[in-house]
């Protein structure tokens, strides 16, 4: 088969969808040496990827997502290779593409979460987004040979706001990265040059509204109290979301916040490392990565109840109700007191991640490629 990867998002600019679309051509190109391959990059990520399988081709793509030269221009780029099965692994499939491709959805955070506060445009024009996000992502659906979803909690969340064959619904899980990133320099110094001080709770990722982080930092003031020598460290790329967190943090005058901005991940490895838990309170996710990430690093989780959190996470978490700040309060409060507990959650976590990796992802993903002959 010609398989076409829609890699525009890979690597490092496309956040946690740029670590998927990665590691899945990552792991094909190790067990796929039958099939050609097709992987189409932009510009700022072309220098990310170089093939190390004599069948797989990179293709410069520098189209931008969700604009007018996708839908117009990315069509006919990839109808000049006459591709038998294009991999999109997100929604964004150009309306006027008509060749066989499966999708990845990875959620539908904006069927849950429709609120002007998880955008920077104006109220007009974040309508428009949604209704188009709406639109594309149900043509997606409906006009794929199959769907990839990253759980069985979004497999439900497609089933229960589209009509669709479950048998069309196919789950393949992601993984925590299991080799460990050289430190170059010693960990301490690491922790210094990003402004980090021990001992402190650590939160990585965005700063979207329903990552949760305001409760998280009202949760902190009052662990705050009978902890005055902690810190709570959330580790994220400054954005729009992000100075707007840290406007509310000044404003309320919540003391030993630390935003280090983007860390690379050479040094996050060592942030990882010194904490003394990690803790996610988002209201909504696809799969919650970041947690397992924790797990692989031997730190223990504290983590929301919510959507597919419990699926993925198991008895390797000690859970909260994300929306009251008491409950994720006392829970953060157990975690950091109680060693008994901080010992089995590690112990845990190291047995939960084993259950995943990526190359099972990609060898179920390659099934689904071949059904489509």
Not at 185 to 191: M, N, R, V
Not at 320 to 326: H, I, L, S, Y
Request: hydrophobic letters at 40%; one cysteine or more.
């Amino acid at each position: 088969m010609r398989i076409g990867i829609d890699a525009r998002f890979y690597g490092s600019v496309g956040k946690g969808l740029g670590r998927y679309t990665e590691k899945l051509i990552k792991y094909l190109e190790i067990i796929d040496s039958e099939n050609q391959y097709f992987i189409f990059l932009r510009r700022k990520n072309w220098n990310e990827y170089e093939p190390k399988n004599k069948n797989f081709k990179k293709i410069m793509a520098d189209i931008p997502w969700y604009g007018f030269r996708e839908q117009l221009f990315f069509p006919r780029m990839l109808n000049k290779y006459s591709l038998d099965l294009v991999h999109f692994p997100h929604f964004n499939v150009p309306f006027l593409f008509g060749r066989k491709f499966v999708v990845t959805i990875h959620d539908l955070i904006l069927f849950h979460f429709p609120t002007k506060r998880a955008s920077a445009l104006s109220p007009m024009l974040y309508w428009i987004k949604n209704a188009c996000y709406r639109w594309a992502i149900s043509r997606a659906i409906r006009k794929s040979e199959s769907i990839i979803a990253v759980s069985e909690f979004t497999k439900r969340d497609i089933l229960e706001n589209f009509s669709v064959d479950p048998d069309k619904i196919i789950v393949t899980y992601q993984a925590a990265d299991k080799e460990q990133a050289l430190i170059a320099q010693p960990a301490d110094e690491i922790l210094k040059k990003y402004g980090i001080i021990k001992p402190y709770l650590l939160y990585v990722g965005n700063a979207y509204p329903h990552k949760n982080l305001e409760s998280l930092v009202a949760a902190f003031r009052e662990v705050l109290k009978r902890h005055p020598g902690l810190h709570l460290v959330m580790v994220g790329k400054e954005d729009y979301f992000y100075r707007r967190l840290k406007e509310s943090v000044s404003s309320q005058k919540i003391k030993n916040v630390i935003f280090p901005d983007y860390v690379s991940d050479s040094d996050l490895s060592a942030v990882y490392r010194g904490a003394k838990l990690y803790v996610f309170p988002s209201l909504y996710e696809g799969f919650g990565l970041p947690p397992l990430e924790a797990m692989a690093k031997s730190i223990p989780v504290v983590s929301s109840n919510a959507s597919c959190l419990p699926e993925i996470l198991e008895n390797a978490a000690y859970y909260f109700d994300p929306r009251g700040t008491a409950g994720m309060a006392d829970s953060i409060e157990k975690t950091l007191t109680d060693n008994g507990l901080r010992k089995e959650l590690i112990e845990a976590g190291r047995a939960r991640i084993k259950k995943f990796s990526w190359e099972k992802l990609a060898g179920k993903t390659l099934e689904i490629y071949l059904k489509q002959k």
